[in-house]
């Protein structure tokens, strides 16, 4: 089975602008989970979607959103961006009933 | 609430070497811990997983780690650290439900650099 992919790799936006990321999970996976790693914070939780609906969110403002399709393929959005917003942004897929997670391998996003 | 803590942000072996890294967690319910590594530039890689079903587990690349209750405890251990071990190492816990399925959400420890010398 091909694993997670995540598109772009690697993007670099200036502050106000927004962004998308896109993640396809692995096949037959329903559940996509979203992370943000930064040096300071390490691995944040954002959200996680199963099914087309978000069933999980972590402590972020409301400038970062997310949807799933029905093919399980998820998007992320973050709009006004904040040289904060710099990060890896990690998907990850699973299956039940322990969901153990698969990484993709990052959306690397820099703000100037 | 469920958290994580990984006592020491770097640990350096010698090639050969016990490698062992501390984790210990804390949750409400019976968690389900995983321990994952990240190599530059790269994403997570699932080392190995804890479901309850047994207490000792162990994983790909020579791993194992032990579950410990009593002492909220998941460390992560390898009889003898070779170089391609060098990498970042995380312990992430996750709440399982009545039902026994767990839900997508992780949350990690800080991290540990593992550093390992010829």
């Known amino acids: 089975k091909a694993g997670v992919t995540q598109t772009p790799r690697y993007l670099i936006k200036t502050r106000g602008q927004q962004v998308t990321l896109s993640c396809s999970p692995i096949?037959?996976?329903?559940?996509v989970s979203w992370y943000q790693q930064t040096p300071g914070q390490g691995l944040q939780f954002l959200f996680e979607?199963?099914?087309?609906?978000?069933?999980n969110k972590g402590n972020f403002p409301g400038r970062f959103s997310g949807r799933q399709f029905s093919n399980s393929r998820s998007e992320m959005n973050v709009s006004t961006l904040e040289l904060g917003d710099s990060a890896l942004y990690l998907c990850?897929?699973?299956?039940?009933?322990?969901?153990?997670?698969?990484f993709g391998p990052g959306t690397r996003l820099t703000v100037l | 609430a469920q958290s994580v803590t990984q006592l020491g942000s770097h640990v350096s072996v010698s090639e050969g070497a016990l490698v062992l890294l501390r984790c210990n967690y804390s949750?409400?319910?019976?968690?389900?811990l995983f321990w994952y590594v990240q190599y530059p530039n790269q994403g997570l890689q699932l080392l190995l997983k804890?479901?309850?079903?047994?207490?000792l587990v162990k994983g790909i690349n020579g791993f194992e780690a032990e579950f410990k209750k009593s002492e909220t405890s998941f460390h992560l251990t390898k009889p003898s650290a070779h170089m391609s071990d060098a990498a970042e190492y995380f312990c992430?816990?996750?709440?399982?439900?009545?039902?026994?399925?767990?839900?997508?959400?992780?949350?990690f420890g800080q991290g540990t650099i593992l550093t390992v010398h010829p």
């Open positions: 990850a897929s699973s299956f039940p009933p322990y969901n153990e997670q698969f």
């Open positions: 096949s037959g996976h329903r559940s």
């Open positions: 979607y199963f099914s087309e609906t978000q069933r």
């Open positions: 949750s409400s319910v019976p968690p389900y």
């Open positions: 804890y479901t309850s079903a047994a207490t």
């Open positions: 992430a816990v996750s709440e399982g439900n009545a039902g026994g399925t767990s839900y997508g959400k992780l949350t």
